[in-house]
């Protein structure tokens, strides 16, 4: 090795520490812009998703609210052979009373031991 070389290994030993840094730092920075940009993507397709949740939940509640007046209402089910709904409530309470209005038979089945009940003519 003559002097030119070795005093050129002297001048430029310095810079080779600035020339790795500056590699890192462009390394890091890379790696964190696109650990950003993957960050930014999956918080928009967070959004996108809350936001047809809410269509959909939006869309239930509507369709909740019709069949509601529609359990609480009167109207046709079928005009030709004349079928109408009534509300729910009242359907219920006509329901109790044509059971309570039935008289109670004997179900047709004894068990030993037990007397029938005599059958009025």
Partial sequence: MNLSEEHQKTVLA????????????????????????????LYKRKAEDEKV??????????EQIEEK???SSYGWIDKEKKIVHIPIDEAMEDIVKEYKSKTSKASGVYLPGIQRPSESK
């Fill in 14 to 41: 310095p810079f080779s520490f600035f020339r790795d840094g500056a590699i890192l730092l462009i390394f890091l920075c890379g790696f964190l812009l696109s650990g950003f940009y993957a960050w930014s993507i």
């Fill in 69 to 71: 007046k529609k359990l």
């Fill in 53 to 62: 949740a809410e269509n959909i939940r939006q869309m239930r509640l509507g």
